[in-house]
């Protein structure tokens, strides 16, 4: 991956986004974070009846971008609940960083972890939802700085100080004493990456960012996903956005009937789909 | 939205345009969008409500007619009421009530934070458990309660706080287990306890989902969720019925005359039986200390409203003083504009 390539293009098409996140250029400022990698071994999951996940196998190398995509109800959302463990599989397992996730390793089989536990390697995967779930009795700033503080990383003004340092980078600056419902909705989504930020995760899973929001405020909260894209964090991304996918993305997955269909790198996968079903979605998408 | 109209008649080829184009904008519109004043003969004539009026004036008359009756009826003995409204026998009684209400409403809610926490826990039992006690006790009256605790000497002769069937460490004794107020304080706050578990249940219910996923995708400690995310917005639920339950249960209190204490109806009633002829007084003294106890309550509740609604609303609403010094302010605008309508 290169990441002067990718600035290159984030720049051409995202026009809007540019102006809307203007500290862009400032993440090199921050401490660099070891970027993690995901792999997802032989995953499945039932709801009732329905297989969500069928036998999953993924791996995301540390550092590169993967966008999910498929239609709904194709396990995308699951998938990505899975590798934080807002859902537990009813087999397989999930690594990130080489560790696996809400388990342990025990005389050949798996064991769930308590909670602290499960909470401790939470805290080092970043979740952004697609409606954004902020805290509305918080300010953006109380937002950002809420999970430092209450995992005892950092201490009430050094989590504010870097929060304000944070929203800047999502420029959201000068709306640090904004409470969520005072905010669009691009905003409030801009607060809540800079919020799963704030741990400095080794990976961040996006649930389709954008699908909660208006079409002209798209583009902002893109501009942000990409910025992030080329500082080296490992990025999940559930996406409808096609051409986002294909600017930033290392790597494609599609996704269908809980299975990985299809995958490889964005120009393969988008413009010449092997598969007749992810032709098929691609023809009704684009 | 309305700048696209015009370009999609305009594109080549496009044969049945995909919207109407717009009808002409009216002149006198566009003068008024630039601004200026709009004239008087095109101001739109805001419709009339003559029934409104003639409801209001009978309304007022009712109104003046209980007044007039209230001042003028020598039944009501207001001298007397003068006379008793601040007697300091009243005001002991007073102040019984307003400690047994603070108790009980301190107990109560601790109780019920307790109680819902447990019914919304994970574990069966702690649910089962929390169910039957508001189960038994919206039952039970509280009258009967407070009479069942007050002959509790009957059925158990000594009490001692300690290890479970192991040795006890405090001990009450035999003659005086409890004085009346704290029969009269656990009483209300078993009952009251009940009634605020299902109040605080239904404020932790009505958080969204989300902020609990919220909360477990950044890993925060689930005392923290509780008191720092989850407790702080089910409050924007749960103090309005709170506050409700805690007028109920000043007026509630009035049952402690049946446990032999004397709050502020229990001086009424006694005095009542002393002085038979100054009993409506009598009653109207407590009516007008139970009205003040409740408008402060009231007025307490619109701040503490006002204070768990930030982030809820996108503007809190204004305190009445605001809003007096904001139509103060507008009053005053118009005044001066219509001076200098009449000077033109």
């Known amino acids: ?286 | 939205m309305s700048e696209h109209l015009p370009t999609a008649p305009a594109e080549p080829g496009d044969a049945p345009p995909a919207y109407p184009p717009p009808p002409p904008e009216p002149v006198p519109h566009s003068t008024a969008a630039a601004g200026g004043p709009v004239p008087a003969d095109q101001r739109v004539v805001p419709l009339r409500h003559p029934w409104r009026w003639a409801a209001t004036l009978a309304v007022l008359v009712v109104v003046a007619q209980v007044i007039h009756g209230l001042a003028t009826n020598r039944f009501y003995q207001w001298d007397r009421f003068g006379y008793w409204f601040l007697r300091p026998a009243i005001l002991h009684g007073l102040v019984i009530t307003l400690q047994v209400t603070a108790w009980s409403a301190v107990f109560g809610l601790l109780g019920g934070i307790v109680l819902a926490a447990a019914r919304l826990s994970r574990s069966p039992v702690l649910r089962a458990v929390s169910w039957v006690y508001v189960w038994l006790f919206r039952s039970v009256p509280l009258i009967v309660v407070l009479l069942f605790l007050y002959n509790f000497q009957a059925l158990y002769a000594t009490l001692s706080l300690g290890v479970p069937f192991g040795p006890g460490f405090v001990h009450f004794g035999e003659t005086k287990l409890a004085t009346e107020t704290v029969v009269a304080v656990v009483g209300i706050s078993l009952n009251e306890a009940a009634y605020a578990a299902e109040v605080v249940r239904a404020g932790v219910l009505s958080v969204d989902q989300g902020q609990h996923e919220a909360a477990a995708a950044l890993g925060l400690p689930r005392g923290y969720e509780f008191t720092r995310i989850v407790f702080p917005q089910a409050l924007r639920a749960i103090v309005p019925s709170y506050v409700n339950q805690l007028i109920g249960l000043i007026k509630s209190t009035s049952l402690v005359f049946y446990v032999s204490l004397l709050d502020l109806f229990g001086r009424v009633q006694t005095l009542g039986s002393t002085y038979p002829s100054d009993i409506v007084p009598l009653l109207l003294v407590a009516t007008v200390w139970y009205l003040i106890l409740t408008s402060v309550v009231s007025v307490a509740q619109f701040y503490v409203e006002r204070y768990f609604s930030r982030g809820a609303l996108r503007t809190v609403p204004p305190t009445p003083l605001q809003r007096l010094r904001a139509a103060v302010r507008e009053a005053r605008v118009r005044l001066a504009a219509q001076t200098a309508g009449v000077a033109r």
Do not use: C, W
């Not at chain 1, 009732?48 to 069928?54: D, T």
């Not at chain 1, 609940?81 to 025990?106: K, M, Y």
């Open chain 1, 1 to 286: 991956m290169n990441a002067v390539d990718k600035a290159g293009t984030a720049g051409a098409s995202a026009a809007v986004g540019a102006s809307a996140a203007p500290t862009a250029g400032a993440a090199g400022a921050t401490e660099p974070v070891r970027p993690a990698a995901v792999s997802v071994h032989r995953a499945y999951k039932r709801f009732g009846e329905r297989q969500v996940l069928a036998g999953i196998d993924l791996e995301v190398p540390a550092g590169q971008v993967l966008a999910v995509l498929g239609p709904s109800g194709s396990g995308k959302s699951t998938l990505l609940r899975v590798i934080n463990h807002l859902e537990q599989l009813d087999a397989g397992h999930v690594e990130v960083g080489g560790e696996p996730v809400g388990v342990r390793r025990h005389r050949g089989r798996f064991k769930e972890l308590g909670p602290r536990q499960i909470r401790a390697q939470r805290s080092r995967i970043g979740f952004v939802f697609q409606d954004f779930n902020l805290f509305p009795h918080l300010t953006a700033l109380d937002n950002v700085a809420a999970a430092p503080v209450a995992t005892r990383r950092a201490g009430r003004a050094q989590a504010r100080e870097r929060a304000r340092e944070l929203l800047g980078r999502v420029g959201l600056a000068d709306r640090a004493e904004a409470y969520p419902r005072q905010l669009s909705g691009g905003q409030q989504q801009r607060v809540a990456i800079a919020r799963a930020l704030a741990l400095d995760p080794g990976v961040i899973l996006f649930d389709e960012p954008t699908s909660a929001l208006d079409p002209e405020l798209v583009g902002e909260v893109l501009a942000v996903i990409r910025d992030l894209a080329t500082s080296g964090t490992t990025l999940i991304v559930v996406t409808h956005e096609i051409g986002f996918a294909r600017d930033v993305a290392d790597a494609v997955v599609f996704l269908d009937g809980g299975r990985i269909v299809e995958q490889g790198p964005p120009d393969q996968v988008l413009t010449a789909p092997r598969h007749p079903r992810t032709r098929e979605f691609l023809s009704r998408v684009l």
